[in-house]
T-cell receptor, first 111, second 112 residues
Framework: AQSVTQLDSQVPVFEEAPVELRCNYS??????LFWYVQYPNQGLQLLLK??????LVESINGFEAEFNKSQTSFHLRKPSVHISDTAEYFC?????????FGAGTRLAVHP | NAGVTQTPKFRILKIGQSMTLQCAQD?????MYWYRQDPGMGLKLIYY???????DKGEVPNGYNVSRSTTEDFPLRLELAAPSQTSVYFC???????????FGPGTRLTVL
């Protein structure tokens, strides 16, 4: 069975600093990978996804993630964060008709 | 489109009570899911459905039941509520396109 490990439960960072949220998954077979974001008291929203093709995928608000098959990783990065990026971020991987989620990383952006 | 809707938003139950959490989607998605979210634990799959009339257990099904009589609706039933069922519950749907799931706003349930 698939599993997803998000290596940091909390990441504090100052505004305009770069950030990386780490995600590793367990299987090396072909998978689809996702990052979801959850703002306080809201549901999850899709941030970006890797299905195939280019290993670097981007979101509309400046996040990017790189699929690394050899390291079974899908780390999320942003070169300069804003206060509004404060949220919880979940990495997920497909398993048949289901998604397997990591435990989440809480990103706290400070002024 | 309203997307995925959930009712109620909040609920407090007494131990032993029962209730049904409602979930509906208007995107004609075949796949629907129920998750619970506990602090620091991510999302755990309770039940899922791949189409009307078909349901299957997820990772943490004990204490819950589901039905899927229509494509649109996927209610989650709690029988004999226990404090361990205090959680935030999310419903999601998927059109089958690479498992991209769309989530509802959640129901915050407290069992006292």
């Amino acid at each position: 069975a698939q599993s997803v490990t998000q290596l940091d439960s909390q990441v504090p960072v100052f505004e305009e600093a770069p950030v990386e949220l780490r995600c590793n998954y367990s299987s090396s077979v072909s998978v689809y990978l996702f990052w979801y974001v959850q703002y306080p008291n809201q549901g999850l929203q899709l941030l970006l996804k890797y299905l195939s093709g280019s290993t670097l995928v981007e979101s509309i608000n400046g996040f990017e993630a790189e699929f690394n098959k050899s390291q079974t990783s899908f780390h999320l990065r942003k070169p300069s964060v804003h206060i509004s990026d404060t949220a919880e971020y979940f990495c997920a991987v497909t398993e048949f008709n289901k998604l397997i989620f990591g435990a989440g990383t809480r990103l706290a952006v400070h002024p | 489109n309203a997307g995925v809707t959930q009712t109620p938003k909040f609920r407090i139950l007494k131990i032993g009570q029962s209730m049904t959490l409602q979930c509906a989607q208007d995107m004609n998605h075949n796949y629907m899911y129920w998750y619970r979210q506990d602090p620091g634990m991510g999302l755990k799959l309770i039940y899922y459905s791949v189409g009307a009339g078909i349901t299957d257990k997820g990772e943490v099904p004990n204490g819950y039941n589901v039905s899927r009589s229509t494509t649109e609706d996927f209610p989650l039933r709690l029988e004999l509520a226990a404090p361990s069922q205090t959680s935030v519950y999310f419903c999601a749907s998927c059109g089958g396109d690479y498992n991209e799931q769309f989530f509802g706003p959640g129901t915050r349930l407290t069992v006292l």
